[in-house]
């Protein structure tokens, strides 16, 4: 390991989402790193980003990612799975800053998980389509099949507040049918709301069914690459910045945010990007 430049490690780690649902990472993140000084992006105003294109999806995460490198950061977390699944090799190359996307740390704890090399993933249409999981874990382990499904309706079901309620069950018994009869013993949630739904699609897929919190796996990989870079802050008991910034109206984001973050979700600020 390097040694600590202190005036580096101080810096702040960027974090951008579509929206809401990344406070998941963050809170991963901090969780694992409390005396990491962050900064939050929601871009409410354009959420969501699974339904659309590669194209637009890649353009927004850049501009999404300029205005946390305005803020100096020595680390930037892709915490949106659609814009990982679409965007990360434009952002490695576009930014001369570490960038982690959550698409790699799932992948490589799914791997990890499997013992019969059946692995499922599920997530936004976009994630499904580029097939960016698949592709990872191929990369990883050529030996596991992989089964996926696309579920857009949990993530309007999550922002609702309707995780456990039997409405979320019902959805996500049709959603899982063809999983539940694919033989996996590991499924990825490939989407940053999913965490949220870890009880209701616990309960459908069973106990021999491992769950992949690709939030989880990300905080890890974060730390793993600061500690490795020598850039980990270990506090100096001073206080620590948590800034949020959010498209559009910071109202929202507050209340639905703190079923994501809990209690310490602090004001957004209203962002403007170029
Ligand atoms: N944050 C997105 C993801 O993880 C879900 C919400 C959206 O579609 O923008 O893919």
Redesign the pocket.
Same mark, same amino acid.
């Given at each position: 390991m390097d040694m600590i430049d202190t005036s580096k490690s101080k810096k702040l780690i960027g974090v951008f989402? +579509? =929206?809401i =649902? =990344?406070l998941t990472v963050l809170k991963e993140i901090t969780r694992l790193l409390p005396t990491e000084n962050t900064v939050y992006l929601g871009d409410t105003a354009r *959420?969501?980003? %699974? +339904?659309k294109s590669k194209e637009t999806v890649e353009r927004y995460a850049v501009e999404d990612a300029k205005f946390l490198v305005r803020h100096n950061i020595k680390l930037l977390v892709t915490?949106?799975? @659609?814009a990982s699944a679409y965007a990360i090799a434009r952002l490695e190359n576009e930014f001369d800053i570490p960038v982690i996307g959550v698409i790699k740390p799932g992948a490589m704890a799914a791997v990890a998980a499997t013992r019969v090399n059946r692995v499922g993933i599920i =997530? @936004?249409e %976009? @994630?499904i389509k580029s097939s960016a999981y698949c592709t990872a874990i191929k990369f990883i382990n050529p030996a596991v099949s992989t089964f996926v499904q696309a579920c857009p309706l949990f *993530?309007p079901l999550v922002e609702e507040g309707w995780a456990e309620d039997e409405i979320a069950a019902i959805i996500a018994a049709r959603y899982l049918e063809d999983l539940k009869k694919s033989g996996i013993d590991t499924l990825v949630l490939g989407? @940053?709301?999913y965490p949220l739904l870890k009880k209701t699609i616990s309960a459908i897929m069973g106990d021999g069914v491992m769950l992949v919190d690709s939030a989880a796996s990300t905080a890890v990989e974060v730390k793993r690459i600061l500690s490795d870079q020598g850039l980990l802050n270990n506090g100096d008991g001073g206080e620590v910045v948590r800034k949020f910034f959010v498209t559009d109206s910071p109202e929202r984001f507050y209340v639905v945010g703190r079923r994501f973050f809990g209690e310490g979700l602090n004001q957004a600020e209203l962002a403007f990007l170029e």
């Open positions: 989402d +579509s =929206g =649902g =990344g *959420v969501p980003y %699974g +339904s915490a949106c799975n @659609t =997530g @936004t %976009g @994630t *993530v989407c @940053t709301h």
